[in-house]
């Protein structure tokens, strides 16, 4: 069951000024740090209102899901009432969701400044509790600018609470400066947060999650703009403390689809899923935080027994054309059903052939984030427990191999890491069927018998009383498409019945090595870095982090434009084509510092293009 570490959801109101002159009495309707922090409790509360930070609707509850325009080549917002936003490049400096996004990282910002001025402030709790929450808020502080610098560029770096209304014109520092230091945030708190063993959950910040996103950081200052490449050294020597931490023992889940389902089930799997943004809840709770995980990005239904989904995105041909045959990630990420109209029970789906026309593969909605194995009784109309994964082991193992691969070429190690990954998403099960004779007098299909326990079921198809074909049963819980088992080698198929006889047939099978990197792929630096660029976009689909892989490659622009060219092939005259077409650069490689902030700091300046 979901740990809930948000004990309390609200808000801490500090204060502080000089009313000595005027009043002598405590306030009633205020906390100040004075008369706070003098328990372990109110320290975890505190921490709380850092926390609520990601969980946010300007954040992960909401709006970095699809709004932010965070999603670029694998899937794109398809509301198109909404004439202008960010998702359509056509958004302003006064945009309300670029605006919300920027005031909620800064409210996080102070609150964790707040709880850093304030940690020891009774030295009678144990040293080990204030450290942990001191590295937790130094982190998150860090996390918080690092989701800043990604966006908005450099930016005022306020390392300190506020402590007045009219102090507030604070200078840009430059990218630099700002990600100096989130790197010295974020060190400071790896030795001073738990670890992920003795946690058990993904919901707070562990050791593990630090040197994760420590390794993305750097990853990120190697690229566009800084391009610091010795960050990749530091990229390596932050992800081998997280692959050799016996204690911790991170691995990957054997089964890809199974990484969602435990999320929707509100349970962990800290092997995997090192980090998350924490939600819990159906609305019925004294204290619950909910978000629109599977309700923004989900299947499309009205089945509120499955679990009810606007479904605000839909994916590409590029994300759909991506996979190879015998890739199992495409069928749970691009699912091939529709859900049941009521009163269909949970989980009852209509079945969708898979062989579509470039044009419909830009008309159904993703399937990562599926409600329908929410364990929440009622389930939400609008919003859902599901949490939003941070940061997987997935990729730490993949972002390593691409460090790898930057500084020495493709090597072993670096190729090894990404079949490991795309191994554990193979099929073993049968690939096709091979009529070898098709037999005679059949006035029925005949019987398909899959010999061993590989858990494979087929049907054969007649045309004119003879075997012309046999086909695989469909999957009808939608995990995979079809009923091809799983096998060593190759089965042996037998046909009985139906009225005629002679009919045979053959089976072959995918096996592991078919997931292998091929040569091709590892015949240069280049060659292999496109490669994993192409992999990235099959394993992290809609987990909020493939615009900035774009822009920290250098490549976002001529994505997008490639975009609208094939969509303009594809769908010629949608709405949806512009939401690429509209690129501009540098413009749109950052998102306008908000008016409000524009106005309010005069030392504040605007990015270019804005």
Same mark, same amino acid.
Not at 233 to 244: D, P, S, Y
Not at 353 to 378: D, H, Q, V
């Given at each position: 069951m979901k740990i809930r570490y948000f004990i309390l959801l609200g808000f801490i109101i500090l204060t502080s000024g000089s009313c000595k002159d005027f009043l002598d009495t405590k306030p009633e309707d205020a906390l100040f740090p004075g008369n706070y922090y003098k328990t372990a409790e109110e320290l975890d509360f505190a921490l709380t209102a850092v926390y609520h930070t990601l969980g946010s609707d300007p954040t992960y509850g909401n709006n970095a899901l699809y709004l932010l325009g965070w999603s670029a080549d694998e899937g794109f917002m398809n509301r198109s009432s909404i004439a202008t936003g960010a998702f359509r490049l056509n958004n302003s400096p006064g945009d309300t969701y670029v605006t919300a996004f920027w005031r909620e990282c800064f409210n996080g910002i102070n609150r964790a400044?707040?709880? /850093?001025?304030?940690?020891? %402030? &009774?030295?009678? +709790?144990?040293? #080990?509790?204030?450290?942990?929450?001191?590295? *937790?808020?130094?982190?998150?502080?860090?996390?918080?600018?690092?989701?800043?610098?990604?966006?908005?560029?450099?930016?005022?770096l306020k390392l300190t609470s506020s402590k007045s209304a009219v102090d507030v014109h604070i200078p840009?520092?430059?990218?630099?400066?700002?990600?100096?230091?989130?790197?010295?945030?974020?060190?400071?708190?790896?030795?001073?947060?738990?670890?992920?063993?003795?946690?058990?959950?993904?919901?707070?910040?562990?050791?593990?999650?630090?040197?994760?996103?420590?390794?993305?950081?750097?990853?990120?200052?190697?690229?566009?703009?800084?391009?610091?490449?010795?960050?990749?050294?530091?990229?390596?020597?932050?992800?081998?403390?997280?692959?050799?931490?016996?204690?911790?023992?991170?691995? /990957?889940?054997?089964?890809? %689809? &199974?990484?969602? +389902?435990?999320? #929707?089930?509100?349970?962990?799997?800290?092997? *995997?899923?090192?980090?998350?943004?924490?939600?819990?809840?159906?609305?019925?709770?004294?204290?619950?935080?909910?978000?629109?995980?599977?309700?923004?990005?989900?299947?499309?239904?009205?089945?509120?027994?499955?679990?009810?989904?606007?479904?605000?995105?839909?994916?590409?041909?590029?994300?759909?054309?991506?996979?190879?045959?015998?890739?199992?990630?495409?069928?749970?990420?691009?699912?091939?059903?529709?859900?049941?109209?009521l009163p269909a029970a949970?989980?009852?789906?209509?079945?969708?052939?898979?062989?579509?026309?470039?044009?419909?593969?830009?008309?159904?909605?993703?399937?990562?984030?599926?409600?329908?194995?929410?364990?929440?009784?009622?389930?939400m109309g609008t919003r859902s427990p599901i949490n939003v994964p941070l940061l997987r082991y997935t990729d730490v193992l993949m972002m390593y191999a691409e460090a790898l691969n930057e500084m020495q070429g493709p090597v072993q190690e670096a190729v090894d890491l990404v079949n490991q990954v795309r191994r554990r998403s193979w099929s073993t099960g049968i690939k096709s069927f091979t009529v070898t004779s098709e037999g005679s007098g059949y006035t029925t299909a005949p019987t398909v018998a899959i010999s061993g326990n590989g858990g494979a079921s087929a049907k054969a198809v007649l045309t004119n009383g003879v075997v012309t074909?046999?086909?695989?049963?469909?999957d009808l819980t939608g995990v995979t498409f079809s009923l091809a088992g799983s096998?060593?080698?190759?089965?042996?198929?037998?046909?009985?019945?139906?009225?005629?006889?002679?009919?045979?047939?053959?089976?072959?099978?995918?096996?592991?090595?078919?997931?292998?990197?091929?040569?091709?792929?590892?015949?240069?630096?280049?060659?292999?870095?496109?490669?994993?660029?192409?992999?990235?976009?099959?394993?992290?689909?809609?987990?909020?982090?493939?615009?900035?892989?774009?822009?920290r490659w250098g490549i976002y622009e001529q994505v997008n434009r490639d975009m609208a060219a094939i969509m303009t092939t594809d769908i010629p005259g949608s709405i949806f084509i512009t939401y690429y077409s509209n690129m501009e650069v540098p413009k749109h490689l950052l998102l306008p510092i908000p008016s409000a902030e524009m106005v309010t700091n005069n030392k504040m300046l605007q990015n270019p293009g804005w």
């Open positions: 400044n707040i709880l /850093l001025e304030n940690v020891n %402030s &009774n030295e009678s +709790i144990p040293a #080990a509790k204030r450290q942990t929450v001191r590295g *937790e808020a130094l982190f998150l502080r860090g996390y918080l600018y690092f989701l800043l610098v990604q966006n908005y560029g450099g930016v005022p840009r520092a430059s990218v630099k400066e700002t990600y100096d230091q989130i790197i010295k945030d974020m060190t400071e708190a790896e030795g001073l947060v738990q670890d992920i063993a003795a946690l058990g959950f993904g919901g707070r910040v562990s050791k593990s999650a630090v040197r994760g996103i420590l390794m993305r950081v750097n990853l990120y200052m190697a690229g566009y703009p800084l391009k610091e490449t010795a960050r990749y050294q530091e990229v390596i020597n932050w992800g081998k403390k997280i692959m050799q931490d016996g204690a911790s023992g991170h691995a /990957l889940n054997p089964s890809f %689809s &199974n990484i969602f +389902i435990t999320m #929707a089930q509100e349970k962990y799997d800290i092997k *995997e899923s090192i980090w998350e943004a924490e939600f819990i809840g159906n609305g019925t709770e004294a204290y619950s935080e909910t978000g629109r995980n599977g309700w923004i990005n989900g299947i499309a239904t009205a089945n509120t027994n499955t679990g009810k989904a606007d479904a605000y995105m839909t994916w590409t041909a590029k994300l759909f054309n991506s996979y190879e045959p015998g890739d199992l990630r495409k069928y749970w990420c691009i699912p091939f059903f529709n859900y049941a109209a949970s989980g009852t789906k209509t079945m969708v052939a898979e062989n579509m026309t470039e044009a419909t593969k830009y008309s159904r909605t993703p399937g990562k984030f599926r409600r329908e194995y929410e364990t929440l009784i009622p389930k074909s046999i086909e695989l049963d469909r096998y060593t080698a190759a089965p042996t198929v037998s046909l009985s019945g139906g009225g005629g006889t002679g009919a045979q047939a053959t089976a072959a099978v995918f096996t592991l090595q078919d997931a292998d990197v091929k040569p091709a792929f590892t015949a240069s630096k280049e060659i292999f870095r496109a490669f994993i660029q192409d992999e990235r976009l099959r394993e992290f689909n809609f987990e909020n982090i493939r615009r900035a892989d774009l822009v």
